[in-house]
């Protein structure tokens, strides 16, 4: 049977470190293990909670019900071919030393996804993202557990609906599945993606001209390092709003207004704008409000100083919006879950 804890603190599960309490708490290694959890009185409780890495989620109070800890681990080859290798990995595998591996063994893909916090069952979750890359452009397929017939169900790339910092198991299938393990589609003849233009810069600052996995990974981990806190000096979720899509005439209005504004033209024809811009511009970028704030390098993430609450950081969070709203005109939205 899986132990299940009472009262127990989440902060050290939460990247945020904020200390709430679950009535609840149990950790999973095995789809075995979750499919007996299942029939626990706890979990029956409703409304169970899931944690992967932490990184994503903003704890807001204490969880009534009962906190699920994934600790499934194990990474296999599936197949390969004179191109191609297909790797699976489990779940609660941490996403940057799943990565780590990967660049050992010299498969291509996921390199530009390096030090992202998190497990690699948040990766599709949220389709997760950096420097020119997503998880869907090496995504596979993905194997989940049913929480209502338990039986384990695989879903392909189409399947899993992926768009920008979303998948279906953020809408239609929320709360439905538990996903135990991601197969990838990695090269074994590395060309690297280095179109993110921080990425060249920072490859020309360490004199590397013809970049490798490694090395792309290395410029990642620098320019990461040097403007995103790291969660485990400074409590964060890494970008706190997901960057916001509007109309191209919109767009060229604001552009009049705010000549220096930044947008990425998409391919649907709406303009992307980088929401860390909008906030730094209403004066939040390095402001701190009680024991929480906004970045000082990057306005768009979100910090905890040391004993900040969930709520704290949601109340800082909804005067940001608010405020970006009235300057601009312009909603952003979290990208962490909030709850
Ligand atoms: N900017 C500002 N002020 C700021 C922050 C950014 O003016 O305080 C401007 C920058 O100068 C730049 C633009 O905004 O021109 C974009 O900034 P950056 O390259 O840092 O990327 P971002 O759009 O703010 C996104 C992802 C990050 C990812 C980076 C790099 C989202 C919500 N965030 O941030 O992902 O690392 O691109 O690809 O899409 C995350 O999701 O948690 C995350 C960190």
């Not at 595998?93 to 291509?108: P, Q, T």
């Amino acid at each position: 049977m899986v132990k299940i804890l009472s009262n127990k603190s989440l902060k050290s599960y939460n990247t945020f470190g904020l200390d709430v309490s679950a009535r609840y708490l149990a950790e999973v290694h095995s789809v075995d293990d979750m499919r007996k959890l299942i029939q626990s009185p706890e979990y029956k409780l409703g409304n169970p909670l899931f944690l992967g890495g932490g990184s994503n989620v903003l704890l807001t109070k204490d969880v009534e019900g009962l906190v699920i800890r994934n600790l499934l681990k194990g990474i296999s080859i599936v197949s390969e071919d004179a191109n191609n290798v297909f790797v699976k990995a489990a779940s609660g595998e941490v996403w940057h030393e799943f990565v780590l591996f990967c660049i050992e063994k010299g498969w291509a893909g996921v390199e530009n996804l390096s030090l992202i916090p998190g497990s690699v069952g948040a990766g599709p979750m949220q389709n997760i993202g950096a420097y020119g890359v997503e998880l869907k452009d090496v995504f596979h397929e993905l194997e989940a557990l049913n929480l209502d017939t338990l039986e384990l169900e695989v879903f392909s790339k189409d399947q899993c609906k992926f768009g920008y910092r979303e998948s279906v198991f953020k809408h239609e299938l929320k709360n439905k599945y538990f996903i135990s393990s991601v197969t990838f589609k990695l090269s074994v003849n590395a060309t690297v993606n280095t179109c993110y233009g921080a990425i060249k810069q920072q490859l020309d600052l360490m004199h590397v001209e013809n970049p490798g996995i490694k090395e792309v990974s290395d410029a990642v981990i620098a320019i990461r390092s040097s403007k995103l806190p790291n969660p485990k000096v400074l409590g964060n979720a890494g970008s706190f709003f997901k960057n916001p899509e509007v109309d191209a005439s919109f767009f060229s209005e604001l552009k009049s207004a705010n000549p220096t504004i930044v947008g990425y033209p998409l391919d649907n024809g709406q303009v992307k704008l980088a929401a860390g811009w909008l906030i730094e511009q209403c004066g939040w970028k390095g402001k701190v409000v009680g024991n929480c704030g906004s970045h000082k390098d990057q306005a768009l993430v979100l910090v905890n100083y040391g004993g900040a609450t969930g709520s704290e950081v949601y109340a800082l969070a909804l005067a940001i919006k608010s405020s970006v709203f009235e300057k601009f005109g312009v909603e952003i939205n979290p990208e962490v879950n909030v709850i």
